[in-house]
């Protein structure tokens, strides 16, 4: 009857421990760190779908032909991708389900246009410099600039399209304004700002936010159109998805 028992016994502790297992066997494991590669191209992203496990703890290792924004949805968690440089985009794999990501691809020109886009000093304590070189690329533009600490000094380049008409151009900052406001340079030639106030200053490109610009009618609607443009050409595409399966 004891041998029976005992035989019995270890049957079910036999049976236990091949449950637990294939329990094991079944279950996914710790999660993992994992970095996978991503690429998008013309729009189109590479793996069409990322398959993770929950909890697992992933960098995604992307590399565009484009520059522009990157967006997990649901998540919720956005990144900048510069074109042509392989970026990190960390995230933890909480929530399970098929999220939809898309990219908001953005035009450098576009860019050139915006605050600080063109260049953009540090501060300069009196008596400092900044020098800028213009590109063959600005020929035929205009580029303003100022200083993000004192908005009234302010200017303008205007950039021609022969190449090597003056080698250098000096700007000073004084108490006042930027003099002089306005120069012409063609591409090669250096821009040389010096702060000459008495207080630290910047130079940056584009326009200031306080600076107003006295405009008509037809012009703010040229604004309006533009903007609307813009908006069309800027437009979030969907690229492909995050599919997170339960572990």
Known sequence: MNIKKSTLTALLMAV????????????????????????ITGGVMDPGTIKVKQGDMVTLKINADEGG???????DIEADIPAATVTDFYFVAEATGRFKITYHAQNEEHEEETHGGIFKSHELAPGSSFSYEVDEHQADEM?????????????TIMVSQEPGQIAEVSIEYTEEAA????????PGTVITWTNNSSVPQTVISGLHADMVMEDDGDHDDEMEMDEEEEDDEGEEIEIGFLEVQPR
Do not use: K, Q, W
């Not at 924004?69 to 998540?75: G, K, P, Q, R």
């Not at 580029?143 to 200017?155: D, K, T, V, Y």
């Not at 003099?179 to 063609?186: A, N, Q, R, S």
């Open 16 to 39: 236990g421990l091949i449950a637990m297992i294939a329990a094991t066997a079944c279950g996914g494991g710790d999660p993992e760190e994992l970095d996978l590669p991503v690429s």
């Open 143 to 155: 580029i303003p600039f100022h200083s993000h600490l004192r908005p009234a000094l302010n200017g």
């Open 179 to 186: 003099e002089p406001h306005e120069v012409m340079v063609g």
């Open 69 to 75: 924004e990157f967006h997990l949805h649901t998540y």
